[in-house]
C-alpha cells in the first residue's frame, strides 16, 4: 500500500497488472478519507480529451476538488498531455485547492515522453513491482497477510506461490479468505493444502510429489481420483513434467554441471528438488524424461485412452 501523501498528482507505472489496480485502489480511497465530499470522475485516457480532463479537475456546484482517475495514460493524446503536465505545474504549485489525479500507466514506452514530462513537472510517480521472480511472489504473499496482521509457514507460502504464483488476483484473494476462515497464526501448510484441493494444479503437483518419491501405487490412487473430479490428464502430465524438470536441474546444479544462476530456478525451490534426488539415478530420470515427452505427445494428438497413458507415465 502506498504511503499516505500530501501529493495532489499521482503516476502509476506498469508493474503487475494486479497490483497496478491495487496501487490506484489504495490511492483512491487515501484521497476520499481525506476529502470525503470531494467527487470521484474516472476517465480513460485512450478516448477522453484535454475538455473532459479540464472540467473534471475544475471545482463544480458538487464539490471544491475532485478525485481524478485517469486509466491507460499511454493512450493520451499529445492536447490531453500537455494538458495535463500544465495542471500538474499549478497543483504542485497550489496544493491545497487542487484536485488530485492518480494516473494509471501499463508500463512500456508507449506514452513515456508523458510521463517523463509529468514526473518532471512534479507528479509523484509508484514503480510498480512486476512479481516476475519467485522470491518477489513469495514476498509479496507474505506481505498478504501481515497486511492483515498475521503470519504464514514458509512452506505454506510456497505452496500458495507454486499453485497461484501466475494469478496474483487470486492469490490475494486465497490470502484474505485463510486470514477471513481460520484463525491460525501463522497458516500452515495443512491449511493452505485444504483450501487448494479443488484446483487442477495442486492435484497434479501432490500427484507428481507422490510419484516422484517413490509411492508409485499412492500416486496412481491420487491421480484417477483427481480425473474423476475433473482434471484434465494433460494438467497431470505438466505438474509431473515441471517437478522433474526441476529435479533435473537440482541434480546438474548437485553434480557441478550447471550453477544455481545457470538453473534459472528460485533457491528454494532447488533445494525442495534436491531433497527429492534420493534413490534417482541419471538413467532413470532420462527414461521418465522420454516417457513425458512421449505421454505429452499421445495426449495431444490422440483424445482418446489419455487416462491409461497417464496411468503409464505414472
Same mark, same amino acid.
Given at each position: 500500500?502506498?504511503?499516505?501523501?500530501?501529493?495532489?498528482?499521482?503516476?502509476?507505472?506498469?508493474?503487475?497488472?494486479?497490483?497496478?489496480?491495487? #496501487?490506484?485502489?489504495?490511492?483512491?480511497?487515501?484521497?476520499?478519507?481525506?476529502?470525503?465530499?470531494?467527487?470521484?470522475?474516472?476517465?480513460?485516457?485512450?478516448?477522453?480529451?484535454?475538455?473532459?480532463?479540464?472540467? @473534471?479537475?475544475?471545482?463544480?456546484?458538487?464539490?471544491?476538488?475532485?478525485?481524478?482517475?485517469?486509466?491507460?495514460?499511454?493512450?493520451?493524446?499529445?492536447?490531453?498531455?500537455? #494538458?495535463?503536465?500544465?495542471?500538474?505545474?499549478?497543483?504542485?504549485?497550489?496544493?491545497?485547492?487542487?484536485?488530485?489525479?492518480?494516473?494509471?500507466?501499463?508500463? *512500456?514506452?508507449? *506514452?513515456?515522453?508523458?510521463?517523463?514530462?509529468?514526473?518532471?513537472?512534479?507528479?509523484?510517480?509508484?514503480?510498480?513491482?512486476?512479481?516476475?521472480?519467485?522470491?518477489?511472489?513469495?514476498?509479496?504473499?507474505?506481505?498478504?497477510? &501481515?497486511?492483515?496482521?498475521?503470519?504464514?509457514?514458509?512452506?505454506?507460502?510456497?505452496?500458495?506461490?507454486?499453485?497461484?504464483?501466475?494469478?496474483?488476483? &487470486?492469490?490475494?484473494?486465497?490470502?484474505?479468505?485463510?486470514?477471513?476462515?481460520?484463525?491460525?497464526?501463522?497458516? #500452515?501448510?495443512?491449511?493452505?493444502?485444504?483450501?487448494?484441493? @479443488?484446483?487442477?494444479?495442486?492435484?497434479?503437483?501432490?500427484?507428481?510429489?507422490?510419484?516422484?518419491?517413490?509411492?508409485?501405487?499412492?500416486?496412481?490412487?491420487?491421480?484417477?481420483?483427481?480425473? &474423476?473430479? *475433473?482434471?484434465?490428464?494433460?494438467?497431470?502430465? *505438466?505438474?509431473?513434467?515441471?517437478?522433474?524438470? #526441476?529435479?533435473?536441474?537440482?541434480? @546438474?546444479?548437485?553434480?557441478?554441471?550447471?550453477?544455481?544462476? &545457470?538453473?534459472?530456478?528460485?533457491?528454494?525451490?532447488?533445494?525442495?528438488?534436491?531433497?527429492?534426488?534420493?534413490?534417482?539415478?541419471?538413467?532413470?530420470?532420462?527414461?521418465?524424461?522420454?516417457?513425458?515427452?512421449?505421454?505429452?505427445?499421445?495426449?495431444?494428438?490422440?483424445?482418446?485412452?489419455?487416462?491409461?497413458?497417464?496411468?503409464?507415465?505414472?
Amino acid at each position: 500500500m502506498p504511503k499516505p501523501s500530501a501529493a495532489t498528482f499521482h503516476l502509476i507505472y506498469g508493474g503487475d497488472p494486479y497490483l497496478n489496480e491495487q #496501487t490506484v485502489r489504495d490511492l483512491r480511497h487515501q484521497a476520499q478519507r481525506k476529502h470525503p465530499d470531494a467527487e470521484t470522475i474516472e476517465l480513460d485516457a485512450t478516448n477522453a480529451d484535454h475538455y473532459a480532463f479540464d472540467e @473534471a479537475v475544475s471545482p463544480s456546484l458538487l464539490s471544491e476538488r475532485s478525485i481524478v482517475i485517469v486509466s491507460n495514460l499511454q493512450n493520451a493524446d499529445d492536447k490531453l498531455g500537455e #494538458t495535463m503536465v500544465a495542471y500538474c505545474k499549478q497543483a504542485v504549485n497550489n496544493p491545497a485547492e487542487a484536485s488530485v489525479v492518480i494516473c494509471q500507466h501499463e508500463g *512500456g514506452i508507449k *506514452g513515456k515522453r508523458l510521463i517523463d514530462q509529468l514526473t518532471k513537472a512534479g507528479a509523484v510517480k509508484e514503480a510498480v513491482a512486476d512479481l516476475k521472480k519467485a522470491d518477489a511472489k513469495l514476498n509479496f504473499t507474505i506481505q498478504c497477510f &501481515e497486511r492483515r496482521n498475521r503470519r504464514i509457514e514458509p512452506m505454506a507460502a510456497q505452496q500458495l506461490v507454486a499453485v497461484l504464483g501466475d494469478k496474483t488476483g &487470486e492469490l490475494a484473494a486465497m490470502a484474505g479468505q485463510l486470514c477471513f476462515d481460520f484463525d491460525d497464526n501463522p497458516i #500452515t501448510l495443512e491449511r493452505v493444502n485444504q483450501y487448494l484441493t @479443488a484446483n487442477p494444479q495442486v492435484d497434479g503437483f501432490r500427484v507428481a510429489d507422490l510419484a516422484l518419491s517413490g509411492r508409485a501405487a499412492d500416486a496412481i490412487i491420487a491421480m484417477r481420483a483427481s480425473i &474423476e473430479q *475433473g482434471t484434465a490428464p494433460i494438467a497431470l502430465i *505438466g505438474a509431473l513434467a515441471m517437478k522433474l524438470r #526441476t529435479m533435473a536441474k537440482a541434480s @546438474a546444479v548437485r553434480s557441478g554441471t550447471i550453477s544455481e544462476a &545457470e538453473a534459472k530456478t528460485n533457491s528454494w525451490v532447488l533445494k525442495n528438488a534436491t531433497r527429492q534426488l534420493s534413490g534417482w539415478t541419471s538413467d532413470g530420470m532420462r527414461r521418465c524424461i522420454q516417457m513425458l515427452a512421449w505421454a505429452d505427445e499421445q495426449s495431444k494428438t490422440h483424445r482418446t485412452n489419455q487416462q491409461q497413458r497417464t496411468n503409464q507415465l505414472t
